[in-house]
């Protein structure tokens, strides 16, 4: 019983090459934050070690020492920041020495279970040593090691890395199926489960994060309200809100990249609420404010802006200077005419 929700066409891609015992060497595993990635991949390396009969049992030592991070043969290599660097800022990466460390426990056999198996998380952020290194291993494979790598974005991976592994696309689930995960998993009733599928845009794992974890919620009313805000501001505050966004990026893309989605779910709000589908927008908790907010702007201002948002994320992943990226966004907020 693999424990991951949805992702039915990876599951049984990955089942069946375990039955024929075909599995690659490396896999990547590509998909938006709390889509599963970790989940599937740890699933995967139960599988690879259960000893019942129908793997991955979830219940077996084996399986139960990999679900809680005790088993000897399954590691995960991520992010740490790198503080000692000459550099002002500290740089987040995956270095060099991580994946020496990682190659010289691929070379010793199983431990306690029959494979070894390396995840390594947000493998976009390997440093290009990193990367160089880990190549080396994914071109000469090994015997019982499996490689996993996790990332968001496998275009800030080098194409050589990439081309070692089978990539599998983790997409977001169905509002659906996760309002019914919450429901079933986690005892979570009907309008919050609903109310929070909506917001997790088919990323469980944020909304397990969010029943878990209040500040998760806390933290997303404050920057709705802070968008708010900036939407009816004058240019001053949009530049200093977009100076705040800049130092957040260059501490942390993704958190920038997250305030960007809440941006783009907000404004496509909007568009629903301007064309009369009021009843499937995400932000069912403001809708008054976006009624009222929709009806100052004309349909095209509102698809305008979000394509403006769209174009911006899409400069950041390719590394455009993000001070401009923000400071453009920020003076392209459409003027309400009326309303
Ligand atoms: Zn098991």
């Known amino acids: 019983m693999w424990h991951v929700v949805g992702q039915n066409r ?21 998909g938006s934050p709390h889509v599963g990635k970790m989940t599937l991949a740890l699933n995967l390396a139960q599988a690879l070690n259960c000893e019942a009969s129908e793997p991955p049992c979830g219940e077996c030592a084996s399986c139960q020492k990999i679900a809680s991070a005790k088993h000897a043969d399954v590691q995960i ?16 990466e995956i270095g060099i020495d991580q994946i020496r460390q990682m ?29 160089n290194c880990l190549l080396k291993t994914l071109e000469e494979p090994v015997g019982e090691v499996i490689f996993i790598l996790l990332t968001v ?13 089978q990539r599998l696309e983790l997409p977001p689930l169905a509002a659906s199926e996760v309002e019914a995960a919450l429901g079933s998993r986690w005892g979570v009733e009907s309008p919050k489960a609903k109310f929070l599928a909506g917001l997790s845009h088919g990323c469980l794992g944020w909304a397990v994060s969010a029943i878990i ?16 805000d900036i939407i009816n501001a004058n240019y001053e505050e949009r530049f200093a809100y977009a100076a705040q966004l800049v130092a957040q990026f260059n501490k942390n893309r993704g958190l920038v990249q997250e305030v960007l989605d809440l941006w783009l779910e907000w404004w496509r709000d909007l568009l629903l609420v301007k064309v009369g589908c009021d009843n499937v927008i995400t932000n069912i908790d403001h809708k008054a404010a976006l009624v009222d907010m929709a009806g100052g702007y004309k349909l095209a201002q509102i698809k305008g802006f979000i394509n403006s948002i769209q174009a911006a994320e899409e400069q ?15 003076l392209s907020i459409p003027r309400r005419k009326y309303g």
């Open 213 to 228: 974890d209040d500040g998760v919620l806390q933290q997303r009313a404050e920057r709705m309200d802070r968008l708010i």
């Open 77 to 92: 290599i991520g992010v740490t920041s790198n503080g000692d660097s000459a550099e002002a800022k500290p740089r987040v």
């Open 316 to 330: 950041l992943r390719r590394n455009a200077n993000p001070r401009l990226v923000l400071e453009v966004l920020m």
């Open 153 to 165: 974005n496998d275009r800030l991976l080098p194409a050589t890395v990439i081309s070692r592994c």
């Open 10 to 30: 990876v599951v049984s891609l990955l089942q069946r090459s375990l039955e024929k015992e075909a599995l690659a060497h490396a896999y990547l595993f590509v």
């Open 103 to 131: 190659q010289h426990s691929a070379n010793l056999p199983p431990f306690e279970g029959r494979y070894k198996v390396f995840i390594i998380d947000r493998a976009e952020f390997l440093s290009n040593e990193a990367a």
